[in-house]
C-alpha cells in the first residue's frame, strides 16, 4: 500500500500550488482521504479531509478560504490546491487515509505518504 504525495516546490508569497496524493497498492473505496503538514520544530499539523464521496470536507482554520481538497477515485487520486500562499505554510506536506468511513472529522489515519516539501519565499 502507497500513498505517493508529489507537486511540492518553490514558491513565491502569494502564488499557487496544486498537490497530488496517488494511491496504490490496493483501492481506498469508502476511506476520507487528508492532507497535513509539519514544519521544521513544529507538530504535524492537519489540514483538510474529504470524503470517499467528496460531499463532505472538511478544512483547519489556518488554511480555509486559501486551500482546497478533492478527489478523483477513477485516478485513486487527492488534490490539494493551495491559493495565497504565505511564509507560514512552508512544511513538508502529507497525504494519508481514514477509514473506511463517512466522517471527515475525529479519525485516526491508518496510510500515510511520504511528504512532498513545500517552501514559500516571501
Known amino acids: 500500500v502507497q500513498l505517493q504525495a508529489s507537486g511540492g516546490g518553490l514558491v513565491q508569497a502569494g502564488g499557487s500550488l496544486r498537490l497530488s496524493c496517488a494511491a496504490s497498492?490496493?483501492?481506498?473505496?469508502?476511506?476520507?482521504m487528508g492532507w497535513f503538514r509539519q514544519a521544521p520544530g513544529k507538530e504535524r499539523e492537519f489540514l483538510a479531509a474529504?470524503?470517499?464521496?467528496?460531499?463532505?470536507?472538511y478544512y483547519a482554520d489556518s488554511v480555509k478560504g486559501r486551500f482546497t481538497i478533492s478527489r478523483d477515485n477513477g485516478k485513486n487520486t487527492v488534490y490539494l490546491r493551495m491559493n495565497i500562499l504565505k511564509s507560514e505554510d512552508t512544511a513538508v506536506y502529507y497525504c494519508?487515509?481514514?477509514?473506511?468511513?463517512?466522517?471527515?472529522?475525529?479519525?485516526?489515519?491508518?496510510?500515510w505518504g511520504q511528504g512532498t516539501q513545500v517552501t514559500v519565499s516571501s
Open positions: 497498492g490496493r483501492t481506498f473505496s469508502g476511506y476520507t
Open positions: 494519508a487515509a481514514a477509514g473506511p468511513t463517512r466522517k471527515v472529522v475525529g479519525l485516526s489515519y491508518n496510510y
Open positions: 474529504i470524503s470517499w464521496s467528496g460531499d463532505l470536507t
